[in-house]
Each structure stands twice: as C-alpha cells, then as structure tokens.
C-alpha cells in the first residue's frame, strides 16, 4: 500500500503536534519513542510517522511505537538523520519501507510491525536489569549534588497568587494525566485549591475548565493561548540563573517571574508550593518511576527523590487515581432511586382534591395561551 501526504517536520514531537493538521504525515527524530509522544500524535490523526530514530532501541520497555500501530497508524523507522532536511509541506509517498519524493527514491527505513516491536519489547524487559543499574549510580551521584534542595531554602520571587495555608494543585503533562485529572473533579470544585500548571499541564487544565492560577515551567510546551490567558508566569530557571524561557515570554509581550532549582520544573513548582507555605500539595501527572524518567531523558531521578524528601508530609500523588476505582455508569440507578423516593409523594398529590383543582386551572391558562 503506498502512502502520501504533506510532511511535518521537528526533531520535538511536542513542538510538531502543535502544527500538525490531519491527515498529514510526522516527521520526527525521537529515540525511544515514549506513549504520552504518540498519543499526542494519535490525537493529531496523523496519517504516518516517518523516524530519523530507531523508535524502540531496546534499553527500556516503551510503549510508544505500539501504540502507534494499534491506532492503525503506520511507522517507518530508524531512517536516518537526513530526513530531518525536508521541508514542511512537501510532498513524499511512503512505499513499503522506502520514501519517494518528487517520485524520485530519496531513501528508506524499517517499516515496523507488531511482531518486530513485540520482539523488541521482551528484549528489552530482560535486559531491564542493566539499565536499572545505571539508573541508580546516576541517582546516587546527582543526589549528592543536588542536596541543598532539601537542605537549604531557594529564592521563592514575589508572588501575586497566595498559597500559604491553602492546598495546591500541580498539574504535569504525565502519563494518564487527563484521567486522572478529571478523577479528582469534586476536590476541585469543592476545596478550590491554587491550581499550578507545569508547562503543559497548564493546556491540561484550560482543556477541562479550569483556569490556571499560576503557570511555571521552562515555557517550551505549554500553548501561548495559555500563557496569555490571565494566570501569573513563573519560568523555571537553571541553578545559576539562567532561564531560556523568558525569551518566549518576552515575544509575546508579558511578563514572569524568575525562580531559579535545581532539577525538572515539576520538582521546582512543588518546592514553591511548600516554601509558600501550602498546606497540602497535590500532584497530577507527575514523573515517578525509572521508566518516566528515561522517557523524559534523563539518566536519574536525583532531584524528584530529594524533592519529595523534603515535600512528603504534605504531599498527596494522584497519579494513577483515575485506576483506583473507574466507577460505573449508575445514572439509571440514580433515575429509579429519585423516582423511588418520589412516588409516595406523586400518589399524596395526585388523590388530594387541593392538586386536581390546581391542575384544572393552569390547563385552562395553557389553553387560553395557546388558543385551543
């Protein structure tokens, strides 16, 4: 079968979904493609992914390359780096595992399968073992010197947006992170808690109607319609000071606050929630595990476990809540319960001579109304 179509082209797969339209055909450079990338992908309905990158390269178990085929959407694989030199919108047909532009053969790939992937995926689950052990001398190593997270206090900018003695919501583009957003609802509604969007967990909560109160990250994935939607700007800024996105802040003409930590920009925003004084933070979306973190690549997770050293007592994770108890569809028990509850009080109404009279006249005043 041979596939053709306009081609899109970035090296970030979360900068490409952004200029992605239907139908059109992904050209990305991502190693180890990871599930939250394709599933933005999927949302995208692209009709193709063409990789510079082996999608899989057996370190880890990833899922990402999977999930692009049981969406039906074809993957070809590990092309090489020059393909990252076509243009948008050009025009390439995809036949078997060779690329043809200008219908002309300009190169070729690894047209994946399930199978091939499947084969993959058990290789890399056995030798799991070997990147586990890396993971942990990198921890190790970065924990000794990332320590002043716990053991010193940071800068904190003046804020605007108050967080001492209130519960704040961290919301962090992670693996099932709508889910379990939406899981947590009520808590929303009911205490009304700072909501804080990391990067793309600020597009998280606009997609489900909240506004955010204060939106903090290195400013590379949240959409500018979020930036320049009311909340306060915090750009999260390397350890000497340093912070590349300020830079999209000041293009767009607004302006943020500077908050330099050490570690990912989700360990910064709940070091500012605590030392704001928050009484409880709660974390959606969150990176925990060894698996999150070689997606995200990086070689350990120093920063997050002395994070959550010094935040524990007051932190509450929601990630994987949504899974904890799914619910089920019970609206027709609530009809029956209602309904239930009611009929006694249908059956007093209905024999007292008082309703027949009143049910009289407003048929009359409907009749008169309407003239029949």
Known sequence: MVLAGKIKVDKKTKNLVKRLRPQEIAVIDHADLDELSA????KAK????????????????????????NYQIPLLDNVGPAIMTLQDNQYVE??????????????????????????????????????????????????????KIVLEKLAVPPLKQQIKDKHALIVVRGQGYL??????????NDLKPVLIGVDGGADALRENGYRPDLILGDMDSVSDEALQGGSELVVHAYANGDA???????????????????GTSEDA????????????????????????????????????????IKVGEILVDAKGVSKLYPGKDNFKS???????????????????SLFSQITRLLWLKVKLLFRF
């Open 244 to 262: 590349p996105g300020i830079e999209r802040i000041k293009k767009l003409g607004l302006t943020a606050k500077i908050f330099p930590a050490p």
């Open 39 to 42: 599933l933005s992908l999927v």
């Open 94 to 147: 995809i036949r078997k595992n060779e690329i043809y532009l200008n219908q002309h053969l300009w190169g070729q790939g690894v047209r994946q399968t399930k199978e091939k992937l499947q084969r993959t995926l058990q290789d890399s689950k056995n030798n799991l073992h070997h990147s586990l052990s890396s993971f942990i001398d990198n921890t190790l190593f970065r924990a000794g010197l990332e320590r």
């Open 46 to 69: 692209v009709k193709a992914v063409i990789n510079a990158s082996p999608s899989m390269t057996g370190n880890y178990p990833n899922l990402g390359p999977l999930i692009l085929l």
């Open 269 to 308: 925003a709940m070091l500012l929630a605590h030392q704001c004084g928050a009484n409880l933070i709660v974390a959606v979306g969150t990176h925990t595990s060894m698996i999150d973190f070689l997606e995200k690549g990086r070689r350990g997770m120093a920063s997050t476990i002395l994070t959550r």
């Open 179 to 188: 889910a379990d957003l939406r899981a947590i609802k009520s808590y929303i």
């Open 334 to 352: 609530v009809i029956k319960l209602i309904l239930a509850a009611c009929l006694p009080l249908i059956i007093l109404v209905s024999t007292s």
